[in-house]
């Protein structure tokens, strides 16, 4: 299914720990392992990228540009996975562009959807499931977006690869 560009004010509502690295060092989300999750960050305005074995989570993304994954790495993302990423440029720009290189989830129930905002609370513009790569990009028009991920229990597929500028 594939739509955008509209505005679902009560779609979905999470929690989630909130994983903050800082600009010098590698760090883990509160009480999670090494292996849970890592970030990697260097000085403003540098790409940072996101390496995982599972995604789990949140991740606040500061870089100017970057990508980000389910972490799958060759295999298929975990059954009822739920993460999020705040993609907050530190050198705020006017707009955030995201685009996905590879996309194969459940189509009726794991979904990716994208927010105009730093919260899942932000007006929702696009939303993407199936097995087919979304449009080029989805051009979010603030200075914050918000990529979030949600799989159920069941089948599990290769999950997918975004960048953000």
Do not use: K
């Not at 590698?26 to 940072?48: I, K, R």
């Not at 995604?55 to 389910?70: E, H, I, K, M, P």
């Not at 199936?130 to 080029?136: D, E, F, I, K, S």
């Not at 159920?152 to 500028?165: C, I, L, N, Q």
Request: glycine fraction near 8%.
């Amino acid at each position: 299914m594939w739509i955008s560009g509209a505005v679902f004010s009560c779609l979905l509502s999470t929690a989630y720990t909130t994983f903050v690295p800082d600009t010098a060092s590698t760090g883990t989300a509160p009480g999670a392992t090494t292996s849970d999750a890592t970030a990697t960050g260097t000085s403003p305005g540098a790409t940072t990228s996101v390496v995982a074995s599972f995604c789990a989570g949140s991740v606040l993304l500061t870089a100017s540009s970057g990508s980000f994954t389910d972490h799958t790495g060759g295999g298929n993302y975990a059954s009822s996975s739920n993460c999020t990423w705040v993609i907050q440029p530190a050198v705020a720009a006017g707009s955030i562009s995201v685009t996905f290189l590879r996309f194969s989830t459940e189509s009726c129930c794991d979904t990716v959807y994208v927010y105009s905002g730093a919260s899942t609370s932000a007006p929702l513009i696009a939303f993407y499931s199936g097995n087919r790569v979304p449009p080029p990009s989805v051009n979010v028009l603030s200075s914050a977006a918000t990529v979030q991920f949600v799989s159920d229990a069941s089948e599990d597929r290769p999950g997918f690869e975004a960048t953000y500028t």
